[in-house]
Structures are given as structure tokens and as C-alpha cells.
T-cell receptor
Framework: GENVEQHPSTLSVQEGDSAVIKCTYSDSASNYFPWYKQELGKRPQLIIDIRSNVGEKKDQRIAVTLNKTAKHFSLHITETQPEDSAVYFCAARGYTGTASKLTFGTGTRLQVTL | EAQVTQNPRYLITVTGKKLTVTCSQNMNHEYMSWYRQDPGLGLRQIYYSMNVEVTDKGDVPEGYKVSRKEKRNFPLILESPSPNQTSLYFC???????????FGPGTRLTVT
């Protein structure tokens, strides 16, 4: 089955700096890669996603890149702000026959300091 | 209001006492899923359902059961809970597997 590894587990940046979180996946058939943000005590919420037919996607200060050959994808946050502090999860949708599972990484705790 | 609801939100129970956590969505979503969240382990999928009467195992299905008799409901059943099932549980739904998942508020379960 799919295996998703996420690094780093914690990341501290100063306000205004950029943050990069990286994930690798194992199933070459995976075709959907979402990123979720979870603030303390709250439920995860989708912030951006990318499909395997696209190499990069941007939404304001957030971007995701996908390298299918190397089987890795990354989340880039520019001009970080205190409200970006949260736990971020990457995920990959793998196939098991005709079914599909969503496998998450173990999370990155991002802290944006003033 | 479009939402996913879970009940109960908090539950403390004893080993072996059967329990059910309910999940309901009002968005007519086909794909529903259960996750458990544990420190350092992220979100792990327990079971998912691609449509009514279609369910399949996720990565950590042992000790859990699910059913999908109606599109809107996807209950999680622990027939004989054990302490290692103490966790934070999230239900989620989406139009289908490659669309945004909407998570419920979570159920914190403690098994003593």
C-alpha cells in the first residue's frame, strides 16, 4: 500500500520568511495530493491540492510542487504570518484495485515567530 | 449549513463495552471516511466508503467496523474497545476520493 513520509516534523520560522514542507510517497499510481492545515484543537481543513497531471499550483502565499518521477511533493508558504502557525499534513491517494485510500503523512508543526 | 457532524464529542468507556460513534453529512457526498489521530502518527485512515453499501479497509481497520446503509450516515463501531483505541477520531466526507474532504469536529475517546 501507499506510504507517505513527511519532513520536517517541526519547523520554526520568523514572520515574513518562507517555509517549506516536503513529502514523499511510494505508490507510483497515486494521482491526488492534498495538503491540510490543522490549528490547535480544530479539525483539519484543506488548504491546497494538486493532481498528478500538474507540476505546480499556487494560491496566494501558498504553492505546491509535484515531482512524479521522484515521487515527492512540497508545500511552500511565503511571507509567513503568525496565523500560519499550525500542523500541516500532506496526503496521497493510492489505489487498491478499483478502490482508493487516502494516506496522510505524520504532520509538520509550523511555528511562526515574531 | 453544509457540515459533518459526529456524536458524541467526548466519550470515556471501559474495555470491552461496545460503542458506536455516529457520523452524518448533509452535502450528498459519496465518499466518507474515518480517521484516528494520535501524537506523532498523524491521521490514519480506518475505513472508507465510496458509496452506499460499499466500504473498504483503510490502513488501521483492526478492531473497528463500519456500515453505510444510507448516503448521509457512516457510523464507526467498536465492538470490544481496548485501551489502544484511545484516540481522537475524525469522520470526513467528500464528493469523491479526489475532492476536498470535510472533517467533522472530532470525537475524543478514552478507553480505560
Amino acid at each position: 500500500g501507499e506510504n507517505v513520509e513527511q519532513h520536517p516534523s517541526t519547523l520554526s520560522v520568523q514572520e515574513g520568511d518562507s517555509a517549506v514542507i516536503k513529502c514523499t510517497y511510494s505508490d507510483s499510481a497515486s494521482n491526488y495530493f492534498p495538503w491540510y492545515k490543522q490549528e490547535l484543537g480544530k479539525r483539519p481543513q484543506l488548504i491546497i491540492d494538486i493532481r498528478s497531471n500538474v507540476g505546480e499550483k499556487k494560491d496566494q502565499r501558498i504553492a505546491v510542487t509535484l515531482n512524479k518521477t521522484a515521487k515527492h511533493f512540497s508545500l511552500h508558504i511565503t511571507e509567513t504570518q503568525p496565523e500560519d502557525s499550525a500542523v500541516y499534513f500532506c496526503a496521497a491517494r493510492g489505489y487498491t484495485g478499483t478502490a482508493s485510500k487516502l494516506t496522510f503523512g505524520t504532520g509538520t508543526r509550523l511555528q511562526v515567530t515574531l | 449549513e453544509a457540515q459533518v457532524t459526529q456524536n458524541p464529542r467526548y466519550l470515556i468507556t471501559v474495555t470491552g463495552k461496545k460503542l458506536t460513534v455516529t457520523c452524518s453529512q448533509n452535502m450528498n457526498h459519496e465518499y466518507m471516511s474515518w480517521y484516528r489521530q494520535d501524537p506523532g502518527l498523524g491521521l490514519r485512515q480506518i475505513y472508507y466508503s465510496m458509496n452506499v453499501e460499499v466500504t473498504d479497509k483503510g490502513d488501521v481497520p483492526e478492531g473497528y467496523k463500519v456500515s453505510r446503509k444510507e448516503k448521509r450516515n457512516f457510523p464507526l463501531i467498536l465492538e470490544s474497545p481496548s485501551p489502544n483505541q484511545t484516540s481522537l477520531y475524525f469522520c470526513a466526507s467528500s464528493l469523491e476520493a479526489t475532492y476536498e474532504q470535510y472533517f467533522g469536529p472530532g470525537t475524543r475517546l478514552t478507553v480505560t
